[in-house]
């Protein structure tokens, strides 16, 4: 059973950092993509960030570019976002999600619970 | 950016109904669209891919269909559990984009 946990929300005031984690299991980590998926309170959901089953390529939202940066881990089975410059906007729960394939724009077949960021001062 | 507008923002159903939910890309896309529900507090689940495939162990009271433009999700008999908020998401192309969603309640 794919099983995936974020963690490293929290409290953060505005222009600071965090940095989340997603530590997977149940299935093969490094043949699948990897997402990352926010949801302001009450909002709609929005995308942030891909990344490939080996690491090397990486996809951004405009919103984020150059502020966040995605990476993972295959010794620890763990996706990471790590995150800079946060702005009271950004106040949302991040899902992390397994995307079905290893590479490339994809639906999000399994979801984590996520984690809530909340920025504020 | 793909822009995907999806209608109507909510709606009230009895158990019992068929409920059908439209999504339209500001371009095609093929058939990369996937539809999601999601209850509240919890994180969203996948439906449907390719717009019409089934995820594994989604009832078949769920359909999918569409291509090009324009998609469609249809619940043929809405039941208790159905009752929730759904997305659809286009896979065509980065960036990802979302439907604003479409939230189902009780009549």
């Known amino acids: 059973e794919v099983q995936l946990v974020e963690s490293g929300g929290g409290l953060v005031q505005p222009g600071g950092s965090l940095r989340l984690s997603c530590t997977a299991s149940?299935?093969?980590?490094?043949?699948?993509?990897m997402s990352w998926v926010r949801q302001a309170p009450g909002k709609g959901l929005e995308w942030v960030s891909s990344?490939?089953?080996?690491?090397?390529?990486?996809d951004y939202a405009d919103s984020v570019k150059g502020r966040f940066t995605i990476s993972r881990d295959k010794s620890k089975n763990t996706v990471y976002l790590e995150m800079n410059s946060l702005t009271v906007e950004e106040t949302a729960i991040y899902f992390c999600?397994?995307?079905?394939?290893?590479?490339?724009?994809?639906?999000?077949?399994?979801w984590g619970q996520g984690t809530l960021v909340t920025v504020s001062s | 950016d793909i822009q995907m507008t999806q209608s109507p923002s909510s709606l009230s159903a009895s158990v019992g109904d068929r409920v059908t939910i439209t999504c339209r890309a500001s371009?095609?896309?093929?058939?990369?669209v996937a539809w999601f529900q999601q209850k509240p507090g919890k994180a969203p689940k996948c439906l449907i891919y390719?717009?019409?495939s089934l995820q594994n162990g989604v009832p078949s009271t769920f359909r999918g269909s569409g291509s090009g433009t324009d998609f469609t999700l249809t619940i043929s008999s809405l039941q208790p559990e159905d009752f929730a908020t759904y997305y659809c998401?286009?896979?065509?192309?980065?960036?990802?984009?979302f439907g604003g969603g479409t939230k189902v309640e009780i009549k």
């Open positions: 149940g299935f093969s980590f490094t043949s699948s993509a």
């Open positions: 371009q095609g896309i093929r058939n990369y």
């Open positions: 999600a397994k995307n079905p394939e290893y590479f490339g724009p994809n639906w999000l077949e399994s």
């Open positions: 998401q286009q896979y065509d192309s980065y960036p990802l984009t």
């Open positions: 390719g717009a019409s």
């Open positions: 990344i490939s089953g080996s690491g090397a390529t990486a």
